[in-house]
């Protein structure tokens, strides 16, 4: 066996090991047997994490459906793993089984302010006080994920507009809308609101996300600045 496989991984050029590579270059980029090291975290003194790995993938003929129907003592019995190791490949193998049969999450429709509403009505209606939240949107009119930014109290809520940026870039966003609730029962936006509005507007404008709407909603109500005409 070559000396260098040998090596404890952490002894590896950074731009080698594992974990490194999947993080710069995405797990898509890595071995069955580089996966596997991952899993198995530290080797031992005869064998680098790699090389269980491999001999992993050999004993089951370098076929992951083969070694997805292996039993806890055949893994057990490979040099170099453990227990602990064992388990964490079995609960590797179960979680991509479970997976190809898992109904795929569902991605609401928020093309319109009705949506929006509908959506985020359960999540407001008993709130005491204001919160903010965005929702970061596909091309499609899909929802990525909605996420409260900021809490405040009865009358206003204080949003950073950096903050929303950041997220709407992080989630791969082409569109996003904003959404705060009036505890109060009305629906008529305050100059606050109409100001943070244009801000969110511009800035949105300048990473060139298309701003959909900021929705207002109440128990029972909502404005939008969409349907207003004011965006």
């Keep these: ?128 006080t204001e919160e903010f939240h965005i929702l970061l949107i596909n091309q499609n009119f899909r929802l990525i994920k909605s996420e409260r930014i900021s809490q405040g109290g009865i009358t206003e809520v204080s949003a950073d507009i950096r903050i929303m940026m950041r997220e709407a870039v992080l989630n791969n966003a082409t569109i996003m809308a904003v959404c705060h609730n009036h505890p109060s029962g009305s629906i008529r936006p305050s100059r606050i609101d109409d100001t943070l509005t244009q801000s969110v507007k511009k800035a949105c404008e300048v990473m060139r996300i298309h701003f959909l709407d900021h929705v207002i909603v109440t128990d029972g109500a909502y404005y939008s600045y969409h349907e207003q005409g004011k965006i």
């Design 1 to 128: 066996m070559n000396t260098a496989l040998r090596m404890s991984i952490k002894q590896w050029a950074p731009e080698d090991r594992p974990t490194e590579r999947l993080q710069r270059l995405g797990a898509e980029s890595l071995t069955d047997a580089e996966l596997l090291a991952i899993l198995i975290g530290s080797g031992t003194q005869q064998y680098s994490a790699v090389d269980i790995g491999n001999q992993v993938m050999g004993r089951f003929n370098h076929n992951l459906n083969t070694l997805g129907k292996a039993r806890f003592d055949e893994i057990l019995n490979i040099e170099g793993v453990g227990t602990q190791t064992a388990c964490k490949i079995l609960a590797a193998v179960e979680l991509g089984k479970r997976r190809q049969i898992a109904t795929p999450e569902l991605h609401p429709d928020m093309g319109t302010a009705t949506r929006i509403y509908n959506y985020m009505l359960p999540k407001m209606q008993d709130l005491a």
